[in-house]
């Protein structure tokens, strides 16, 4: 399975700045996600990342605040904009290499995001 | 969007197998079953992933009914590594965004 390298692991950020999550897979790769998780709860997907379209977003989610870039095949960024304490979470990129939501995804081991 | 169903929590001892059941009343036709397993402090791992009847492979196996209302996942001889939360997911064919992760269950084994 793609192996996926998140930058970076965890920041501590200071509310009203702006953090810019990596994810790199080793291989190329369909579909990108990326997904919120709040400690002690499940994952919330936050938008659907497919190179050379715009990303797909979830509902309660919004591109202003968090802006994700899909250049490649193998890279994606989510940008976690004007932060604030709410934002505090750990985000998530998983990869699939299918369209019709029936190959797994698999999962970096995230960033753990705090803001103060 | 088929729902899914876990129990919350589970205990067991190494050396037992367990078993997690996992409703989905309303799966639909082309619906796949998937099963995740996450560690504190990581993203979470496949485990595996079935359509219908009895899927296996080196770490589980996955029990299917006829009707698909539910699917067990059978984990053989625990070990205190196991401990994790498992995820039990129902995908529709319009894609990945239909897929949610539910609550999952957490697995605890005691030596």
């Known amino acids: 399975s793609a192996v996926i390298s998140q930058k970076p692991s965890r920041d501590i950020c200071q509310r009203g700045t702006s953090l810019t999550i990596q994810c790199q897979v080793d291989?190329?790769?369909?579909?990108m996600f990326w997904y919120r998780q709040q400690p002690g709860q499940s994952l919330t997907l936050i938008a659907t990342?497919?190179?050379?379209?715009?990303?797909?977003?979830e509902s309660g989610f919004v591109i202003d605040k968090f802006p994700i870039s899909r250049p490649n095949l193998t890279f994606s960024t989510l940008t976690v904009s004007n932060m604030s304490p709410e934002d505090s979470s750990i985000y998530l990129c998983?990869?699939?290499?299918?369209?019709?939501?029936?190959?797994?995804?698999?999962f970096g081991d995230g960033t753990r995001l705090s803001i103060l | 969007l088929a729902k899914t169903t876990q129990p919350i929590s589970m205990d067991s001892y190494e050396g037992q197998e367990v078993n997690i059941t996992c409703s989905h009343n309303?799966?639909?036709?082309?619906?796949?079953i998937t099963w995740y397993q996450q560690f504190p402090s990581q993203g979470p791992r496949f485990i595996i992933q079935?359509?219908?009847t009895k899927v296996t492979n080196e770490v589980a196996s996955l029990f299917i009914p006829a009707d698909r209302k539910s699917s067990t996942l059978s984990l053989p001889r625990v070990s205190l590594s196991d401990t994790a939360v498992y995820y039990c997911?129902?995908?529709?064919?319009?894609?990945?965004?239909?897929?949610?992760f539910g609550k999952g269950t957490m697995l605890l084994v005691s030596p």
């Open positions: 309303n799966i639909a036709t082309n619906d796949y």
């Open positions: 990342a497919n190179q050379g379209s715009e990303a797909t977003y």
């Open positions: 997911l129902v995908g529709l064919n319009s894609g990945y965004s239909t897929l949610t």
């Open positions: 998983s990869v699939a290499d299918g369209l019709l939501g029936n190959q797994p995804q698999h």
């Open positions: 291989s190329q790769v369909t579909m």
């Open positions: 079935g359509y219908k």
